[in-house]
């Protein structure tokens, strides 16, 4: 029987949140580099009737058109997409929870028998997989707020857990996460956001730039407050001569900020909403300048933020805010500015400064490019399987 590269993600697919992307662009990554790799997620209600998909779930398949496209991924990958049928995840309780379900049906039953080792950030599936004995990658984004028990931890099966921030990595280690077996990686992109799109860049330019405007500042990412995208605004504000253009969030996010920026009286933003991944490459090239303005505070010690990456293999200047996760890249040699977080003045500066200093270009700034391409998905699984014992892959 073969053996398959497992990835698991205990959500419906497609969704915009950042712990998805990476879930999907890393076993995307994986099947790139020629591992058997197969993605497993949760099903919609709606297309869970089908008593096959319940008795026969191990059935591999290409990933749906719309799934594809949301995250631009390739054609190698395989997919299963676990059914959740009603009640699952409708009627409160522990048997009907989408959790029980994957970890005490699904997997030991019908996946683990075809699985050679697994990956993902869901620490009930980590335990039930090392019982069942099968070999574990484990990913933390975040502080974890439980207690890591030791006969998972330090068991032979439990290769290594993989985290984006030395403050989650110490915190890591406080509740008793071995230090040998924890691997700090930062978060990565696309390989599309490297193909130059002068055309559609110049497409989104055309699109965007309004009222005489010949800059073009974006932010791409979550529309929350901590993320900067209110301090945005106020620099907004500060520069009416700058186009200032928003991708991401949801419906409802969109339609608050807009009220917002109507409130401040700010008519130079916009904001698009998500954007497709097979769009947002040539956004990014579009701009000037690309914006990080993260604010300070606990989000600003543990974050590797997608955006940042994906900016970097844009090749477009960026200006950020310093915060301690990216102070590393501070000394090296990309195109960017940095400012001190939440002060709005000081980022209004530093955007000035760019724009007379690192003027657009259309094919990017190559050194840049260059520099990214070391954080790329099959660069992060690279390292990542490198610690992996040869007995298990």
Known sequence: MNKHYIFFTRNVLPKPEAHIVHDVNTANAAANLGYPAVLVYLQKPQQSLNPIDWIYPFRLSQPEEKIVKYYNIDNKLKVIPLAMPWPIGRIGG????????????????????????????????????????????????????????????????????????????????????????????????????????????????????????????????????????????????????????????????????????????????????????????????????????HCSGEAATFTSPLKFFEYLASGTPIVATEIPPLMEFKETNMIAVWCEPDNPNQFAHCLQYTLETYPRRVNGYSEQICFARQFSWENRLSRIMSHIKKCIM
Request: contains cysteine.
């Open 94 to 293: 522990k048997w009907t929870h989408p959790s029980t379900i994957v970890c005490k049906y699904y997997f030991p039953i019908h996946i683990f028998p075809h699985t050679k080792i697994l990956h993902t950030l869901d620490w009930n599936l980590v335990k039930i997989a090392i019982k069942s004995g099968i070999a574990v990658i484990y990913e933390r984004e975040h502080y974890p707020n439980h207690k890591y028990e030791p006969e998972i931890v330090q068991h032979p099966l439990f290769q290594v857990a993989v985290t984006v921030a030395e403050p989650v990595r110490e915190k890591m280690i406080q509740k008793g996460m071995p230090p040998e077996k924890i691997l700090k990686l930062h978060l990565s992109f696309n390989q599309s956001f490297l193909v130059r799109q002068p055309d559609k860049a110049k497409q989104w330019r055309q699109k965007l730039l309004a009222e005489g405007r010949q800059n073009l500042v974006v932010y791409s990412g979550g529309l929350y407050r901590f993320k900067g995208v209110d301090l945005l605004i106020d620099v907004a504000k500060k520069l009416p001569q700058i186009q200032f253009a928003f991708a991401g969030g949801d419906e409802s996010q969109v339609q608050a900020y807009r009220q917002l920026a109507r409130e401040k009286q700010v008519d130079n933003v916009t904001f698009l909403g998500y954007i497709q991944h097979e769009h947002l490459p040539s956004l990014l090239q579009a701009a000037d300048i690309l914006a990080h303005p």
